[in-house]
């Protein structure tokens, strides 16, 4: 069965650096998004991508993050300068073009911020 | 989004069903009914969706009354592998649109041997 892949699968970074996360989409499936989960809370949307943009994002996606699909096959999260908050589990998800909330996640990337 | 209310936690010993209830009074005409699972550590995954009477599949069944104000998520003969948070969402799902999913704080179903 495809599946969404996610790497590193633990990512540790002092505060003010820059990550990129990666995930690799089911590789028929047109929408993506990330999603974070701060230890022990709801897992949070934080911005979607299709047709080489961004078709909605939340108020925690601001401008310290970045999302990008380089090449047909990869989507990356780039966090410019990261804070302490930003300490979570990150989530990419993709979904072909029927049903809507039948999304398909990545095992995740642990952040931990220094 | 129709807000959801489900139990925070429950318990189940293994070999049991477990029926877990959703509310959704707010449910629109369009809105379906998505289940998710999520496992410690790891991303959440797609169970079941319905619109209205009872879908079923290899992992659960998902009843849903006339009304569509509540729905049943139903694990047969639970096992411990079973213990999750189990997430119901509510919305509309076909046309155009970005669909991202809105998580709350799900039933934490733990399975006790």
């Known amino acids: 069965e495809p599946e969404v892949t996610q790497t590193p699968s633990h990512q540790v970074t002092q505060m003010g650096q820059e990550v990129i996360l990666r995930c690799v989409p089911i590789?028929?499936?047109?929408?993506f998004y990330w999603y974070r989960q701060i230890l022990g809370q709801k897992v949070e949307f934080l911005v979607s991508?299709?047709?080489?943009?961004?078709?909605?994002k939340s108020e925690i996606f601001d401008d310290q993050f970045s999302v990008e699909r380089p090449d047909g096959s990869n989507f990356t999260l780039k966090i410019r300068s990261t804070k302490l908050e930003d300490s979570a589990m990150y989530f990419c998800?993709?979904?072909?073009?029927?049903?809507?909330?039948?999304?398909?996640f990545g095992p995740g990337t642990r952040l931990t911020v220094l | 989004l129709a807000k959801t209310t489900q139990p925070i936690s429950m318990d189940s010993y293994e070999g049991q069903e477990v029926n877990i209830t959703c509310s959704h009074n707010?449910?629109?005409?369009?809105?379906?009914i998505t289940w998710y699972q999520q496992f410690p550590s790891q991303g959440p995954r797609f169970i079941i969706q319905?619109?209205?009477t009872k879908v079923t599949n290899e992992v659960a069944s998902l009843f849903i009354p006339a009304d569509r104000k509540s729905s049943t998520l139903s694990l047969p003969r639970v096992s411990l592998s079973d213990t999750a948070v189990y997430y119901c969402?509510?919305?509309?799902?076909?046309?155009?649109?970005?669909?991202?999913?809105?998580f709350g704080k799900g039933t934490k179903l733990s399975v006790i041997p």
């Open positions: 998800a993709s979904r072909d073009g029927t049903s809507g909330r039948m999304q398909y």
């Open positions: 319905g619109y209205k």
């Open positions: 707010n449910i629109a005409t369009n809105d379906y």
């Open positions: 590789s028929n499936h047109l929408y």
């Open positions: 969402l509510v919305g509309d799902v076909t046309g155009a649109g970005s669909y991202q999913l809105t």
């Open positions: 991508f299709y047709n080489n943009e961004i078709s909605e």
